[in-house]
């Protein structure tokens, strides 16, 4: 449609509102007049006055948040550990912190295994240097292909691995000293970063990683509970009454060994339970795991943890809470095993089966 005069151009009444108006310009006065750190919110298309609200905002004199920050994000990292060995026969790793860099707080005690998660950025070289062991030590324990096969959000074991520091000398093959020392030929290369065929170089240093030496003598009485009882870096004070029986009706199949464990003999399948309350923080269901295969290891309100190895199947999860008694996975032949067994370790603590007899059917003090 055209218009021909401007008088025909449809008009729409325009109603002036005087309340509306004074209610404006008051608000507009309100705000140069308040406080200076407050203004005036107000619904302007509304003519009730209590639409208006005083509301906080940053001035001057009000400066705005910023974000929190550290210069270091972990001031306590080293935490004075460091690789203990004694004339270069025995030797144990010093784990680090539990969880992330950025969650340190206190010393984790040596014989502990630690959690980490990989961030953006992070190389295998720098969380070893955390942790204050090698670089083979998390390849070895997290079944790892290289030093480069680490990747944001992967959840990395750091075993304070217990083994021998052995210098090679003539005759030393990986063969013999597997032998010597009671370990795995394969492990041990695969921990020093060599293949199976390369010949040793005499004079090198080579950590033989669950490889065993004599046992101290044990201590005299197991009676006082703060008796210290120390064994190749594990055990600890003894807990009277506080772990019960991982595998009820096992039979001890081998004494105190490798890192304050023992095994338990039981048929394949037969169920495994948690010695004590606690929270899950590993649950390996697969891989080899520095030769522990299938394993779970439980934190306790004591600061003690318990690990269970050579599972068939595990049926926790990492930050799982658990009760005495439940069953935390199944009997297997997993990781390093010449049969059917549990491998029960306790970190932090005399092992309750620690006076059991071999072929006895024991149970946990």
Known sequence: MYYDRPTDIPRFPIKFNPPFLILGLAAVFAATVLLPNQTSAFWPFSTN????????????????????????????????????????????????????????????PPDRISVYVVRSGDTLSDIAGMFNVSVNTIVWANNLKGANDVHPGDTLVILPVSGVERTVVKGDTLKSLAKRYDADALEIAQFNGLDLDDPLVIGSTLIIPGGEIAAPAPAPSYAAASTP?????????????????PVPGGRITQGLHGKNGIDIGAARGTPIHAAADGTVIIARGSGWNGGYGNYVVISHSNGSQ???????????????????????????????????HLHFEVRGAANPFRTCRTGSICQPE
Do not use: C, W
């Open 306 to 340: 318990t690990l269970y190895s050579h599972m068939r199947s595990v049926i926790v999860t990492a930050g799982q809470s658990v009760v005495s008694g439940q069953v935390i996975g199944y009997m297997g032949a997993t990781g390093r095993v010449t049969g059917v």
């Open 229 to 245: 009882e120390p064994y190749l870096g594990g055990g600890g004070p003894v807990q009277l009454g506080f772990y019960s029986h």
């Open 49 to 108: 006055a209590s639409a208006t609200v005083n509301v906080s905002v940053s001035g001057a004199k009000t400066p705005a948040l910023v974000a929190a920050t550290n210069s270091d994000p972990n001031p306590d990292k080293g935490l004075g550990a460091t690789i203990q060995t004694s004339g270069g026969r025995a030797l144990l790793a010093y784990a680090g912190p539990s969880g992330t860099i950025a969650d340190v707080a206190k010393p984790i």
